[in-house]
């Protein structure tokens, strides 16, 4: 008589693996795009760049994530899960290396591109495994797969705890020496996807009789670009705006922290408005109070009032990816899935594509940082009130026939 197989299976642990392939998303996207918001005051100090030209290595990274997003199915089919995965974010690591060793613009843009490549890789990989085994517990799918998207707060956490601190250590023009900080931390944040069996059953597929029309929710998609130009703004420049205002290492440190704490509860928060199964409501909702928390500063700047403005934002920001996940799930077979996301990801990232450097322009032309926050908060509450008039999406309306 053999003796019954006792390894784990692989969505024995779904809540483990999901938080292990998250990390792939807390390099890519917690550190790589987010953390560069609290070194560009000190780089456009030392490197005399415009608001528009620190926005635009922000938005060098978003082209980046957008067309690996847009390549990302074609990857996993030519290279498989994992070496997606931790190729991607591999990537990343060596991108915030680069970061460290340059202060010339062409390189540096360079790099940013590529961790926006490789963040995409390893984003819509883990996302979709993520999604996998969230399905497989469909009791718990909700919290599950939120979990996953919690994965770029710890990143933002970490960052924020290290780089202030770091910068008034050693000084104006250590930007490169916090780059080196956080190359360090990713590599070692990279070590568990090493650890790990990353397998799936699950395939991209190259067609379908059924493809998604844009028509029924092209308000619901503007309401996703708004949301990618208007959070990116505020991720990008609030940090000089808290040290314009005369926040030092620790009150920079506390802001960027409470964002980053605030994904560790959006689980909680948002459980139940996420299982609204009415159009755009629960995005809308979500979105509405992401806006609230970037509008907070243009009322005043105190410690208070900004570190309330970072929760109300960072509780919000972490949830309206997953709103849209809940929406396409609700409203659409599951074999338009791919497409139905692809598209919904094409909007927010050409959103968050604009948003850097027309937001840079904008405060370089009026010369105050309070203009970014006023416009970031405008286009994230035109977003919620596009997603408020999406209605639910009937079968007729879902999906085209074709071939």
Known sequence: MHAPDRRPQPDAHPARLILTLSLAATVGLGIGRFAYALVLPDMRDSLNWSYSAAGFMNTINAVGYLVGALMASRLIRRVGWSVAIRGGTVACVAALATCALTGNFIALSLARLVLGLGAAAGFVAGGALAATLAQSHPERANFLLSLFYAGPGVGILASGLIAPFALQYFGPGSWWIV?????????????????????????FTEGSHASFAIPPVLIYLAGYFLFGAGYIAYMTFMIAYVRDAGGG???????????????????????????????????????????????????????????????????????????????????????????????????????????????????????????????????????????????????????????
């Not at 919000?316 to 929406?327: E, K």
């Open 179 to 203: 780059w080196w900080a956080l190359t360090l931390l990713s590599a070692a944040m990279t070590i568990p996807l090493f650890l790990i069996r990353i397998e799936s059953r699950a395939r």
């Open 249 to 403: 290492a620790a009150a920079q440190a506390a802001f960027w922290s409470l964002i980053g704490v605030s994904a560790f509860v959006t689980p909680w928060v948002w459980r139940g408005v996420l299982a609204l199964d009415r159009g755009g409501l629960a995005t809308a909702i979500i979105l509405g109070t992401n806006a609230l928390g970037a509008a907070l500063p243009i009322l005043g700047n105190s410690t208070a009032w900004l570190a309330i403005s970072a929760v109300v934002f960072g509780v919000a920001f972490f949830a309206v990816v997953g709103s849209t996940t809940a929406f396409v799930r609700f409203n659409y077979p599951h074999e338009v899935w791919p497409t139905a996301i692809a598209a919904m990801t094409i909007s927010f990232g050409v959103g968050q594509t604009l948003g850097p450097i027309f937001v840079g322009a904008i405060t370089d032309a009026l010369g105050s940082l309070s203009y970014a926050l006023n416009v970031s908060a405008a286009l994230l509450a035109l977003g919620a009130l596009a997603a408020l008039c999406q209605r639910k999406v009937g079968p007729k309306d879902s999906v085209l026939e074709v071939g």
